[in-house]
C-alpha cells in the first residue's frame, strides 16, 4: 500500500510564502509522476503542478512564476513553494502519486488547507 502524509499548511496573507511538503511510502516504482492538486470551496479540484521522477515539470498557468515544485525522490518527497500567495489560491491543497504502469495506481493524500487573506 502506498501512503501519502502533506503538511506545511496554514494562514499566510497575501503577498506571503508557504512550503508545502508531501512523504509518500510503501510499493513505490521510478515511473512515477507526484503531484499537488487544489480544491477550492464549491469548486472542483485541479492540477497546481506536477513534477515527473526525472525532473519534467508542469504547473497550471494560475501559478506559473509564483509556485515552485519539487521533488527528492530518495525520500519520495515532493514539495510546493509558493510564493506571492493571493487570496484565491485559497483551498485543500492535495498531493498524489500516480504510478502510471500499474492499473489503479493514482493515490492521494489527506489534503491541507491553504488560506491566504487579503
Known amino acids: 500500500q502506498v501512503r501519502l502524509v502533506e503538511s506545511g499548511g496554514g494562514l499566510v496573507q497575501a503577498g506571503g510564502s508557504l512550503r508545502l511538503s508531501c512523504a509518500a511510502s510503501?510499493?513505490?516504482?521510478?515511473?512515477?509522476?507526484m503531484g499537488w492538486y487544489r480544491q477550492a470551496a464549491g469548486k472542483q479540484r485541479e492540477l497546481v503542478a506536477s513534477?515527473?521522477?526525472?525532473?519534467?515539470?508542469n504547473y497550471a498557468d494560475s501559478v506559473k512564476g509564483r509556485f515552485t515544485i519539487s521533488r527528492d525522490n530518495a525520500e519520495n518527497t515532493v514539495y510546493l513553494q509558493m510564493n506571492s500567495l493571493k487570496p484565491e489560491d485559497t483551498a485543500v491543497y492535495y498531493c498524489?502519486?500516480?504510478?502510471?504502469?500499474?492499473?489503479?495506481?493514482?493515490?492521494w493524500g489527506k489534503g491541507t488547507l491553504v488560506t491566504v487573506s487579503a
Open positions: 498524489n502519486l500516480d504510478l502510471y504502469r500499474v492499473p489503479g495506481g493514482s493515490y
Open positions: 510503501g510499493s513505490i516504482f521510478s515511473d512515477n509522476v
Open positions: 513534477i515527473a521522477f526525472g525532473g519534467r515539470s
